[in-house]
């Protein structure tokens, strides 16, 4: 039984039924209700860490079959970092030497290739950008929407408008889950419920170091296509996407304490508008559509916790994605499933993701987080 | 009248055809069949179809209005232009 109907709990269930193996998925609300359907469709394996680098190219690889299995919108149209700081050139020139060592081909581009990948831009800013051609981005309407189907239509259960309640446990090993629509037994339980993963724990006594911090995005109407990639202005903490439907989908960091409640602000809107326009004048003319808040469920070193919990036998956690969790959805539920069935992942970068990592001091090592 | 010739979301052009597929489809809420269809997702923001869809939607399972999952509103209550958020209005 999996709780949790995102993106991360989704593709556990597809991956487990991929090995013979059905489940259950509880989702208090409908699938997709929580982050995912929040998200800004990012997928890369540009990071500074051997454990995100490892789960994220393990994902593209995925994410292309999934596009034919499913008919998920996938896209290699890449990422592009704007750069017009001294510091950041000379920083991300060491992170892309470390990528390129681990197989990501990110590289160091001049202004002339900047405006090639996006011809309307403004770059007089800029100092230079960095460009990861493997990634992309992908659609987490299709991607819910899509395996939703397909696992209720190979015998397996999405429960909507169920929420657990209380994990059972006897002599150490898990009995089942206590829901809004009663008792559910299983011998394994998968929590895959992002912040509300460690409510659940609370009551067995087991603290989880996730925070939700909130995070603030907005979408304008369709245009036509203006370019491809997903752009991050790294001096600004701020990116833009234009999704496959051709709205542009914003987001820009503003102050926020973890565990605030996530509100609309004035400040975000000014911010981002003010970054977006700079670069892509013509974004003035456009209509902002919507805006809405979610919110990162973040760890202290930036990673997931992926795995079983010591001493509880049949209990997994799958959460803590600190605003990656869409793009390594595949990848986490191959691995999960792993878990399950055969007791260790077959990413062995992974092992160094279970919870156990924070009880023995043995933290990821990250150069930068990224985004 | 011919599904096929009503439109129900006129903002992002979806028929009343497409909404009774989706619900043969399995997809038996509004906030799922928003994102399979975008029917809402256009510039009145569902002003003007949610309404109906949620009629047809109701009359199909037999659920109640509090059941189906009706989206909120999100801000602004109208498209606005980027350009309103810039201090001067016009900000280079
Ligand atoms: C603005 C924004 C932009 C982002 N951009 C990106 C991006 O570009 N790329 C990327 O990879 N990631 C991005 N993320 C992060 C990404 O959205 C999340 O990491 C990802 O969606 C996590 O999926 P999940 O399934 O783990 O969690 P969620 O989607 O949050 O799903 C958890 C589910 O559990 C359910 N639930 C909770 N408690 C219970 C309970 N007791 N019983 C039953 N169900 C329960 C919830 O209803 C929810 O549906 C972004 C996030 C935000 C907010
Ligand atoms: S009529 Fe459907 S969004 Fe406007």
């Known amino acids: 039984m999996i709780i949790g109907g995102g993106s991360t709990g989704l593709m556990i269930s597809y991956y487990l039924l991929k090995k013979g193996v059905k489940s259950v998925i509880a989702e208090r609300k409908y699938p997709g209700s929580g982050n995912t359907y929040k998200c800004a469709t990012g997928i890369r394996a540009s990071f500074t860490s051997r454990e995100h680098i490892a789960l994220m190219k393990r994902a593209i690889e995925l994410w292309s079959e999934l596009k034919d299995e499913l008919g998920v919108f996938y896209e290699r149209s890449g990422y592009l970092w704007l750069l017009s700081r001294e510091e950041d050139l000379r920083a991300f020139k060491t992170y892309v030497s470390f990528q390129n060592e681990h197989g990501v081909p990110t590289k160091v581009i001049d202004l002339s290739e900047v405006k090639r990948l996006a011809p309307t831009i403004v770059t007089k800013d800029l100092l230079a950008a960095v460009h990861d051609p493997l990634a992309g981005k992908a659609s987490p309407f299709d991607l819910v929407l899509q395996s939703w189907r397909f696992l209720v239509e190979k015998g397996c259960k999405v429960l909507m408008g169920v929420e657990a309640k209380k994990i059972l446990m006897s002599g150490g090993k898990v009995l089942g889950v206590e829901t809004s629509a009663g008792f559910i037994e299983s011998r394994a339980v998968v929590l895959a419920a992002a912040y509300d993963t460690v409510k659940m724990l609370k009551s067995l006594n087991i603290s989880v170091p996730i925070e939700p911090v909130p995070k603030h995005a907005f979408i304008t109407e369709a245009y036509r296509d203006l370019f491809k990639p997903l752009i991050i202005d790294w001096s600004t903490s701020s990116y833009v996407v234009q999704t496959h439907h051709g709205n542009f989908l914003v987001g820009s960091e503003i102050p926020e304490k973890p565990g605030d409640k996530p509100l609309s602000r004035l400040e975000f809107l000014r911010k981002a508008s003010k970054v977006w326009t700079k670069y892509f004048p013509w974004m003035k003319e456009a209509y902002l559509l919507r805006y809405w808040t979610g919110y990162y469920d973040t760890t202290p070193d930036h990673h997931p916790i992926i795995g079983p919990l010591d001493g509880l036998e049949g209990l997994y956690v799958a959460a803590g994605f600190s605003g990656h969790g869409f793009m390594m959805s595949p990848s986490v539920g191959e691995v999960m499933a792993d878990w399950i069935t055969e007791g260790r992942p077959k990413i062995l970068e992974a092992l160094n993701l279970s919870m156990s990592r924070f009880r023995e001091g043995r933290l990821v090592k990250e150069a930068a987080v990224f985004g | ?92």
């Open chain 2, 1 to 92: 009248m011919d599904p096929e010739k009503v439109v129900v979301c006129r903002c992002e052009d979806v028929l009343l055809s497409d909404i009774l597929k989706a619900i043969e489809g399995g997809y038996r809420d509004l906030e799922s069949i928003k994102r399979l269809l975008r029917v809402g997702m256009g510039s009145c923001q569902g002003r003007h179809c949610l309404p109906i869809v949620a009629r047809v939607l109701a009359k199909a399972t037999g659920l109640r209005i509090d059941e189906l999952n009706y989206p909120p509103s999100r801000p602004p209550l109208m498209p606005i232009q980027i350009k309103c958020f810039l201090s001067d209005g016009n900000e280079e």
